[in-house]
């Protein structure tokens, strides 16, 4: 059955992480305001949580799917495109809450990001309440 999963985490990265997937996904995924859906599953695995981002938007191209990390790459340059989202993204997941994130994607299947992020990713940490 369900059960609660429990991390000792940032919640900040998580709300900017999620936040940037899905504006990402409105951005890119589903231009035109065209309807689509967004999945986001998250299970337990040891001491890792895997995070499963997915859309059913247009999708990315092979060349572009090796650039999307990158700082400053946007396929909507002149159109309010950073090209910082996923960038961002990358950083958090690997620097703050020392994970790693992959991108599946082909064009008109899709997109899906898949986050393994450590339970505790400072385990020397003690949680000390004010």
């Given at each position: 059955g369900?059960?609660?999963?429990?991390?000792?985490?940032?919640?900040g990265a998580?709300?900017?992480i999620i936040t940037n997937l899905i504006m990402n996904s409105l951005v890119h995924g589903f231009p035109?305001?065209?309807?689509?859906?967004?999945?986001?599953?998250?299970?337990?695995?040891?001491d890792q949580v895997i995070l499963?981002?997915?859309?059913?938007?247009q999708g990315i191209s092979a060349e572009n799917l090796t650039r999307i990390f990158d700082p400053f790459f946007t396929t909507q340059r002149g159109?309010?495109?950073t090209g910082l989202g996923l960038h961002i993204v990358y950083n958090l997941v690997t620097?703050?809450?020392?994970?790693?994130?992959?991108?599946?994607s082909e064009?008109?299947?899709?997109?899906?990001?898949?986050?393994?992020?450590?339970?505790?990713?400072?385990?020397?940490?003690?949680?000390v309440s004010s």
């Open positions: 369900d059960r609660a999963i429990e991390i000792e985490s940032y919640p998580f709300s900017q035109d305001e065209r309807e689509g859906a967004i999945d986001m599953a998250i299970k337990q695995l040891g499963t981002y997915s859309d059913n938007g159109k309010g495109g620097q703050k809450l020392l994970g790693s994130i992959k991108c599946d064009p008109g299947n899709g997109t899906t990001f898949t986050l393994l992020i450590p339970s505790m990713p400072k385990p020397s940490s003690v949680a």
